[in-house]
């Protein structure tokens, strides 16, 4: 790519400027439109991904292909609404095709054992096959200019006009305020469909209004976007917000945050390198927001959640550091420190692991050491003490209730112990009323290991 | 030679169709799993994400379908699966979610690759979509001293090797396609066979790119044996239809392309497009005219059935009627006891007439000798299953008529005996009325 990299153009400073102060009159409009198409296209997507439809747009999309050259065509031949070129009459025919799409996709599903995968699958390459025998022959058919059907497969910023993004808004923001207006119906039947319904929702209605919806962000998208890659916008805000947040309103919320600011960024992003295809350039940084999101995001992010993971492995290690250390005590019937090395046979612990669980808990103030062994420090009895006894507790109900052998115990408890809640733990204490109020006796014998 | 239909010519229509039903072949040896794995989207998936592969390639090598193209795509193809699987288990993504987000970022990569690279080399955007098979036999490699367009020459041993794949791992491919669960259990490796598939199915995406486009090779990957699956229920036949169908439908497409824009006076247009709206063809004729399950067989097993139990409804409660001493019946009063429309029970007198199983007397209708036999089966299952029920299963003696009414249409001489073995051969029902003895 080293040629490539160097034949590119990258704007100069004083252009860039201008994209980004929104001073161009075009720019803006086509910036505005397009982020209103984001953000619409977010709230949708949102619900189609609950649905578990996410890719019902992607057959849709490819169905407005042959719909829009028929529109064309027609408008070619009668010469009216400019001969075929408005946007009106071409959206028009390209809702007309998906609306054909959905109907063939339901009428497969019904009628056939065909799954929902391959009903997707014939919907989106057959109507596209059709849509591009009918754009060949468009194509020469010699009168009007066929050539800028094309902008509809890749989309092309471009070649949006002020009327155009008009339109696009428009449709963008009805779109959005269907969808906040039956938020909390459409909300119910995602969820819960059969509850839905049992109070009385027409949850095929609202499943219709949703595909009606579907279609209209998906047309008016063709422009800015193209009919190819439609459906990530549809996808990925949607997706990326999953990442943040665990509950509906909320997430259609982030998802239209997101796609907003990715459409915002890729329709400036093209508009400085005009070379470009534009559908592209706003998927790539729609990519990047999901990829920072599946990061970051607060919920269900990689990093957040290895830092969870992290947090609690780093609480049972020193748990057990504790337990081992009391442990060790009650043995030897003396406050005297533990030498690390008998430490180390209780639990199977490497040298070098064992040293920084105990740096940890000295800096937690749960341990002293000195050169004889850890020993632990008042915060720390009460910890380890607390811990032993929930350990124990555990150990007891298992062997009492649960039939365990005492000797298998141990291991058992070990995995439960750290995530007993307080009302679990007088729960236990209550059960086994004898242990109330001492340190309960392990059950079994304490040892280095097996 | 025989000259071609349609002014066309067999150097190069017939190299055209050649290359498409190589093409279509070895897609659709492939996508039978991927319909039967409900992973038909996967195809879509791989066949838009291999495209930086392609472009990368291109730009570096400067042709299509190279080796390094192949080795590339199939990496590409598996990462796809693997990407896919992991946002879905790690990310917690919804699965066609996860497939949009990869599919996309990696189609919208490629796009820009080849924009990028539009100045040195000449693959168009257009090309990436619908493929250009028209122009395949233009380029021609020598294969044994014989001309061959390289399309085919490349295609021909990919639909080779998936035949091949397919029949060496037969037994792996059906075992984890219908039961993962077990084949898992029973040592196979359900997941080796699922990438395995993904790379069969990124190279031959690779392979069909030129002529047909990343979008319609997913109509040659899914539709073919979509139709051969709404054909069989075996796997082995629906394996040999779908490439059938798709080697027609290849054919069939070339054919459209040219003969069905002449019919509108316009010239040729694209074959790739016109292939998927052969193969969408033959998709609806199998869901109309499928022997088994198709529109046209099941409506007419339903009327055939919906007639049958009209004659049975007319034959038995004309022999009600003969019980209570009415010998004829009219249509209309036929139509009000048996609870169904006119014209229902004017196609059944007809019938029942056409087999002498009724006759009109006066504008009356009454049974005659030869229906009689049936009539009395009829209502020897109807009371004995009243009987049965209000024996064996506790129903109330004036709810059983119902479920009688549906049951004595599908029972047989077997089940009577066993019903009346049951029922220690009752000669009355719980009302009282007569069973008609064993005929």
Known sequence: MSAGAAAMQWPAWPEVARVLSLADYNTRVVVIATTLLGVASGAVGSFMLLRKRALVADALSHATLPGIVVAFMIGAATGVAGGGKSLALLLLGGALGAALGGLCLVALRRSTRLKDDAALGIVLSVFFGAGVALLSSAQRMGQGHAAGLESFIYGKTASVVRSDAVLIGACALACLAAALALFKELRLVCFDEAFARSIGLPAALLDAALLVMLVVVTIAGLQAVGLVLVIALLVIPAAAARFWTDSAGPMVAVACGIGGACSAAGAALSALLPDLPSGAMIVLVAAAGFFLSALAGARRGVVRRWLRRRAYTLTVERQHLLRAILEAREERGADAPVPVESLERRRVWAPASLRSIAARARRAGLVASSPAGLALTREGLAEAERVTRRHRLWELYLISEASVAPSHVDRDADDVEHVLPPELVAKLEARLAAERAAMPASPHAIGGGP | ?439
Not at chain 2, 14 to 19: C, E, L, P, S, V
Not at chain 2, 51 to 57: E, Y
Not at chain 2, 260 to 274: D, I, L, N, R
Request: one cysteine or more.
């Open chain 2, 1 to 439: 030679m025989i000259d071609a239909p349609l002014g066309m010519t067999w150097s190069l229509d017939g190299w055209i169709i050649a290359t498409g039903v190589l093409c279509a072949v070895a897609c659709a040896l492939p996508g039978n799993f991927l319909v039967l794995r409900r992973m038909s989207m996967m195809g879509d998936a791989i066949s838009h994400a291999v495209l930086p592969g392609i472009a990368a390639a291109f730009l570096v090598t400067s042709s299509v379908a190279s080796v390094p193209m192949f080795i590339g795509a199939a990496a590409v193809g598996v990462l796809t699966a693997f990407a896919t699987e992991w946002l879905r288990r790690r990310g917690r993504v919804d699965e066609g979610a996860s497939m949009g987000v990869v599919f996309t970022t990696l189609f919208a990569l490629g796009l820009v690759l080849i924009v990028r690279g539009a100045d040195h080399v000449d693959l168009d955007p257009g090309c990436v979509l619908y493929g250009a098979i028209e122009y395949t036999p233009l380029q021609k490699v020598s294969v044994l001293g014989v001309p061959v367009p390289r399309a085919a020459a490349v295609l021909a041993p990919i639909a080779l090797a998936n035949a091949l794949f397919v029949a060496v791992f037969y037994k792996e491919l059906a075992l984890t396609s219908f039961d993962a669960a077990f084949a898992h259990a029973a040592g196979f490796r359900p997941s080796l066979m699922h990438y395995a598939l993904m790379t069969i199915v990124a190279v031959t995406t690779v392979a069909a790119f030129e002529s047909v486009g990343n979008v319609l090779v997913v109509a040659m990957l899914i539709v073919p044996p979509a139709a051969a699956h709404l054909l069989t229920d075996r796997l082995a036949a629906m394996i040999v239809l779908s490439t059938v169908i798709a080697a027609v439908s290849a054919a069939a497409g070339h054919v459209a392309a040219i003969a069905v824009p002449a019919a509108f006076g316009m010239g040729s247009t694209s074959t790739a497009g016109m292939m998927a709206v052969a193969a969408g063809g033959a998709l609806v004729l199998a869901v109309v005219l499928g022997p088994q399950r198709g529109l046209v067989a099941s409506r007419l097993r339903r009327r055939r059935l919906r007639h049958s139990m009209a004659d049975d409804d007319v034959l038995v409660y004309l022999a009600r009627a003969r019980e209570r001493g009415e010998p004829a019946l009219a249509a209309a009063e036929l139509g009000r006891r048996t609870g169904s429309r006119a014209a229902l029970v004017r196609g059944a007198l007809r019938r029942l007439a056409g087999r002498g199983a009724v006759e009109q007397r006066a504008g009356d209708w009454s049974l005659t000798e030869r229906g009689s036999p049936r009539a009395g089966e009829l209502l020897r299952s109807h009371r004995l299953w009243e009987s049965y029920m209000v024996e064996r299963a506790a129903v109330r003696p004036d709810h059983a008529h119902a479920p009688a009414e549906l049951l004595e249409h599908v029972t047989d001489a077997d089940l009577r005996r066993r019903l009346a073995d049951e029922t220690g051969r009752p000669t009355t029902d719980p009302q009282g009325k007569p069973i008609p003895p064993q005929g």
